[in-house]
C-alpha cells in the first residue's frame, strides 16, 4: 500500500476520534495521581503505596463508586528525589489530567510538588510525609490546597525527647539519611531534648548507602544509652543487621522503621527487645476496624500493610468521601469539601485545622520479646 | 586517639576494601582485554545475586553448593553479553559499548523488577551473624569468607591467564590486537572468553558480597560506581592494581566515615579518584603491572 496524503489524513481523523472517545471515558472516572517511587533505595515503601491505593480503589467501585463514577488511581515513579517527583506530578497533572493529586514518601519531595498543586489549582493530599514545614506552608496564609492526614515531625519528636527523658538517658547518638527528613528529624528532637540528654553525634548517610562499619565501629567505642535513627526501611534492615553482626545491645530509638515487615525477623532474635519506636501506624495494632483491613491487605498481597499502605489507603477514601460531599470533581469545591472533612479513619476520626494538618494518633511502640508492641495510643 | 577504635577501623577497610575488589576485577578484566567498558557490570552482579538468593531461599541449596550452579550459569550470561553486545561493537567507536552494556543493563534491572517486586530479599549464610573477638578486635564471618573466596577467584585468574593457551592469547590480545590479527588469533573468540571470565567474576562477587545486605534489583547501581572508581584508582585494565586501590579504597573511607563523619565517606572517595586522575593520569599503578 502506498501511503499517501490522504490516507494519512484518515488516520490522523481516525485517532482523533479515538481520543476523543477515550477521553469521554476517562472523564468520568475520579483520577487520583500518585508519584511515589517505583525504583530506587525507597522502592520497597513505593510498592506498599501502590497496594494500599489499589486496595482502596477496588472497594470503592466494588461498592458502586462515588456518585456513580469509577474511582481511578494512577502511579508515576518519583525515586523519591524532588526533581523526578515534580516530573511525575507534571505528567500526572497536565497529561493524566487527575483530579486529586498525592504528596511523594520523601518530604524533600513533597515540598518540591506542593507549589505545582498551588498552581494547577489541585487539591493535593499529604499522605506519608512527615517534615513540619509541610503544614506551615498549608493552610491559612499559604497553600490553600495542600491536606496532610498524618502527624508532623515536630509533634513525633515531642513524643520522642519525652520518652528518652523519661528512660534516664544520659546521652544519645543520632544515625539519619541525609534528606529533609533525616536532617529535620534529627533537629527537632535535637531541640525539644534542650541538652538534657547530650547529643554525641549525629551520622548523615545518603540514602541508598548499605554499609554501617564505620559508624557502628565508632558508636560501638562511643557507648551511647541510645541510637536515635531517622532512616527508612530498606536502609534501616542493613542497618540492623550489621549492627547484630557488631554484638551491640544499645536501643534503637525515635523511628527506626521497626512496625517494617522487612524487620520482624530480625526482632525475633530479641537482639532489639527494648528499642521503640514512634509511628503513625502498625500493622500489628488490634483495633477491630485495623484488623479487618490488615486481614483484607494479606488476602490480597499476602504480606501486611505498612504504614505508607495504610495511609494511602486511608488518603484515597478520604478523598472519595470529600468527593461525595462536593457532588463533582470541581477544583474549588473539592477544596472546600476537603476542608470540611470529617471522617472517621482506622484509627479514629479525620479532620483538619487551619492549616490544614489532621491530627490522627500516633502510636508508641516497643520490642518485647522479639516482637513489637503497641504500648500507647497518643493523641497529636 | 582510641588505639582499639582506630584498629578495628583499619581492619573493616581491609574487609571492606576485599569487598571493593572483588567487585572490581570483573569490570577490569573486560576493560584490560578488550578496552570496553561494560556498564551491564552492576547488573550481572545483581543477577548472580538473585540467582544465589533463589536457590538457597527457594530451591534448599546450600549456600556454598549454590556457587556450583551459579558460576556456569553466569558464564553463560557472560556468554550472551558478548554475543548481544560487545560482538557487534568491536569495530565501532567505544561509546557504541557503552551504549550497548547500558542497554543490556537496564534490560535485566527492570526483568528483575518485573519477577521480583520491590521488597528486598535476604540470601541466608551460616556465617552471616558470626563474629569472632579478636582480643576485642571484630571480624566477621561472611567477610572473611568473601576474603578467602575472592582470594581464590583471584589466584585462579593468575593462573588461567598465565597458564593456558587461551590465557596467553588473552594477555596478547590486551597488548595489541593488531598484531593478534596478524599472527592469527581471532578477536571474536576471545571477546566471548573475556566476557564469560568477567561475568563469573560478577557470580563470586554476587554470591560471596551480596549476603551482607538486601537485594534489590537497583543493588548495582552503587556497585558499578564504586568499581569504576576502583579501576580508574587502580590503572584501567590492572588487575592488581585493581585490588590495591580497592584496598586503599576501603582503608580510606573506613577512617574517614569512621574518625570523621559520614557525610565525609564518600566524598573523600571520589576526592581520591580525581586527585589520583590529575596527578597520575594512568592510575597509581598504570599499566605497568599488567595482565
Request: proline share 4%; hydrophobic share 50%; charged share 15%.
Amino acid at each position: 500500500m502506498r501511503w499517501t496524503i490522504a490516507s494519512i489524513g484518515r488516520l490522523g481523523l481516525a485517532a482523533a476520534a479515538l481520543t476523543v472517545i477515550s477521553g469521554a471515558a476517562i472523564a468520568q472516572d475520579i483520577k487520583i495521581g500518585i508519584p511515589t517511587p517505583v525504583t530506587g533505595p525507597v522502592a520497597f515503601l513505593g510498592q506498599h503505596v501502590k497496594w494500599g491505593a489499589e486496595l482502596a480503589v477496588e472497594e470503592i467501585n466494588g461498592q458502586g463508586g462515588v456518585n456513580g463514577r469509577k474511582i481511578a488511581a494512577m502511579v508515576q515513579d518519583s525515586v523519591c528525589r524532588p526533581a523526578d517527583s515534580v516530573a511525575a506530578a507534571e505528567k500526572l497533572l497536565s497529561e493524566d489530567k487527575v483530579d486529586v493529586l498525592f504528596g511523594d514518601i520523601c518530604s524533600g519531595a513533597t515540598l518540591a510538588l506542593m507549589p505545582i498543586a498551588e498552581r494547577a489549582g489541585k487539591p493535593m493530599i499529604v499522605a506519608v510525609s512527615t517534615h513540619p514545614d509541610i503544614t506551615q506552608k498549608a493552610g491559612v496564609g499559604g497553600n490553600k490546597w495542600v491536606f496532610r492526614t498524618v502527624p508532623d515531625d515536630i509533634l513525633m519528636s515531642g513524643v520522642i525527647a519525652d520518652r528518652l527523658l523519661k528512660q534516664g538517658a544520659k546521652t544519645i547518638a543520632f544515625v539519619a539519611e541525609d534528606t529533609d527528613y533525616g536532617r529535620g528529624g534529627v533537629k527537632f528532637v535535637t531541640d525539644k531534648l534542650g541538652g538534657k540528654v547530650q547529643v554525641i553525634s549525629a551520622d548523615y548517610l545518603k540514602n541508598s548507602e548499605t554499609d554501617f562499619l564505620p559508624v557502628l565501629t565508632r558508636l560501638r567505642s562511643a557507648k551511647p544509652d541510645a541510637i536515635g535513627i531517622f532512616m527508612l526501611d530498606q536502609q534501616v534492615s542493613n542497618f540492623m543487621k550489621q549492627y547484630v553482626q557488631f554484638g551491640m545491645t544499645v536501643p534503637l530509638v525515635a523511628r527506626p522503621p521497626l512496625v517494617s515487615g522487612l524487620v520482624a525477623d530480625l526482632l525475633a532474635t530479641g537482639k532489639f527487645n527494648g528499642s521503640w519506636t514512634v509511628y503513625p501506624y502498625y500493622d500489628g495494632y488490634d483495633g477491630a476496624k485495623n484488623v479487618a483491613f490488615v486481614d483484607a491487605f494479606k488476602a490480597h498481597f499476602k504480606q501486611g500493610p505498612h504504614y505508607v499502605a495504610y495511609s494511602t489507603y486511608e488518603a484515597i477514601k478520604m478523598a472519595a468521601d470529600a468527593v461525595k460531599r462536593a457532588g463533582s470533581t470541581d477544583p474549588a469545591a473539592l477544596q472546600k469539601a476537603l476542608a470540611a472533612t470529617n471522617y472517621q479513619g482506622i484509627l479514629g476520626p479525620i479532620k483538619f485545622d487551619d492549616h490544614n494538618q489532621a491530627h490522627n494518633n500516633l502510636m508508641f511502640m516497643q520490642v518485647q520479646d522479639g516482637k513489637l508492641m503497641v504500648k500507647e495510643l497518643l493523641g497529636s | 586517639m582510641d588505639g582499639q577504635l582506630l584498629a578495628q577501623l583499619i581492619v573493616n577497610g581491609v574487609m571492606v576494601g576485599c569487598d571493593y575488589a572483588l567487585w572490581a576485577i570483573g569490570l577490569t578484566v573486560i576493560f584490560g582485554i578488550l578496552e570496553q567498558v561494560n556498564f551491564s557490570h552492576g547488573e550481572l552482579y545483581m543477577l548472580a545475586a538473585f540467582l544465589v538468593q533463589v536457590l538457597v531461599a527457594k530451591a534448599g541449596l546450600g549456600y556454598e553448593a549454590s556457587f556450583i550452579v551459579v558460576l556456569p550459569v553466569m558464564a553463560g550470561a557472560g556468554l550472551l553479553l558478548a554475543k548481544c553486545a560487545l560482538l557487534p561493537t568491536l569495530n565501532r567507536p567505544f561509546e557504541a559499548a557503552i551504549l550497548a552494556t547500558l542497554a543490556v543493563g537496564i534490560i535485566l534491572q527492570n526483568a528483575a523488577r518485573m519477577i521480583f517486586g520491590a521488597s528486598p530479599l535476604r540470601i541466608p549464610t551460616r556465617y552471616e551473624f558470626v563474629t569472632f573477638d579478636v582480643f576485642g578486635l571484630l571480624v566477621f564471618g561472611q567477610r572473611l569468607f568473601i576474603v578467602a573466596i575472592g582470594l581464590a577467584a583471584l589466584s585462579l585468574l593468575l593462573a588461567f591467564l598465565r597458564l593456558t593457551r587461551i590465557g596467553a592469547a588473552l594477555r596478547a590480545a590486551a597488548q595489541n590486537k593488531d598484531a593478534c590479527l596478524m599472527v592469527g588469533i581471532d578477536i571474536r573468540p576471545l571477546t566471548c572468553w573475556t566476557a564469560g571470565l568477567a561475568a563469573m567474576l560478577c557470580g563470586v562477587a554476587g554470591g560471596a558480597v551480596a549476603p551482607l545486605y538486601d537485594l534489590y534489583p537497583s543493588m548495582g547501581t552503587d556497585v558499578v560506581f564504586k568499581s569504576f572508581a576502583v579501576v580508574i584508582m587502580g590503572g584501567m585494565g590492572n588487575v592488581l592494581g585493581a585490588v590495591l586501590a580497592a584496598l586503599i579504597l576501603g582503608l580510606f573511607e573506613s577512617l574517614a566515615g569512621g574518625l570523621g563523619s559520614s557525610v565525609l565517606r564518600d566524598g573523600t572517595s571520589f576526592a581520591a579518584m580525581l586527585l589520583v586522575l590529575l596527578v597520575r593520569p594512568n592510575g597509581l599503578f598504570g599499566r605497568t603491572v599488567r595482565l
